[in-house]
T-cell receptor, first 111, second 110 residues
Framework: GQQLNQSPQSMFIQEGEDVSMNCTSS?????WLWYKQDPGEGPVLLIA?????ELTSNGRLTAQFGITRKDSFLNISASIPSDVGIYFCAGQGPNDYKLSFGAGTTVTVRA | DVKVTQSSRYLVKRTGEKVFLECVQD?????MFWYRQDPGLGLRLIYF???????EKGDIPEGYSVSREKKERFSLILESASTNQTSMYLC?????????FGPGTRLTVT
């Protein structure tokens, strides 16, 4: 599958800070997904986006499907220690069975 | 609320052994995937299946095979395990617009 360009690779943040990460693709997608993976566990779906321009929230998390359909953003507001983990973006193109994944953003929160 | 399950969380096998990793999903999803995850390399697709008895190679199929005899079950087979197949193996399934992962199997080949 295509590897998406996810940035940043890692971040150290202060508790209470807002966090942003993004993914870009060279081709258009119909679906953007954001996952979080805790150490030793499988990724868990956080937010799914299905329409260009869509903005969706899940608690302190907000994600957007870019207008060009080639990018997506995830924001975490007021970070807390349990936000630690690896965040992955994934996308699915038209007529594509496969999900393409970003390499992940590792988030570490300083208390 | 069980969605995707994997047969083992941790597995230790010897070099040369044949290894079976089982994945079962209860969401009636058409598509199922096997990935391996290694530090610094992200998620790499080994094989996927978009229907019963259908399979397609992913990015790193060498040394692996798969079987999908029933819609809910997708098996990954290591024909002759090698130490470079020590990794975290993740199964996923997806319907038309979302995907769910299993908890992963940490395989160590000694």
């Amino acid at each position: 599958g295509q590897q998406l360009n996810q940035s940043p690779q890692s971040m150290f943040i202060q508790e209470g800070e807002d966090v942003s990460m993004n993914c870009t693709s060279s081709s258009i997608f119909n679906t953007w997904l954001w996952y979080k993976q805790d150490p030793g566990e499988g990724p868990v779906l956080l937010i799914a986006l299905y329409k260009a321009g869509e903005l969706t929230s899940n608690g302190r998390l907000t994600a957007q499907f870019g207008i060009t359909r080639k990018d997506s953003f995830l924001n975490i507001s007021a970070s807390i220690p349990s936000d630690v983990g690896i965040y992955f973006c994934a996308g699915q193109g038209p007529n594509d069975y496969k999900l393409s994944f970003g390499a992940g953003t590792t988030v570490t929160v300083r208390a | 609320d069980v969605k995707v399950t994997q047969s083992s969380r941790y597995l230790v096998k010897r070099t040369g052994e044949k290894v079976f990793l089982e994945c079962v999903q209860d969401m009636d999803h058409e598509n199922m995937f096997w990935y391996r995850q290694d530090p610094g390399l992200g998620l790499r697709l080994i094989y996927f299946s978009y229907d019963v008895k259908m399979k397609e190679k992913g990015d790193i199929p060498e040394g692996y095979s798969v079987s999908r005899e029933k819609k809910e079950r997708f098996s990954l087979i290591l024909e002759s395990a090698s130490t470079n197949q020590t990794s975290m193996y993740l199964c996923a399934s997806s319907g038309t617009a979302s995907g769910d992962f299993g908890p992963g199997t940490r395989l160590t080949v000694t």
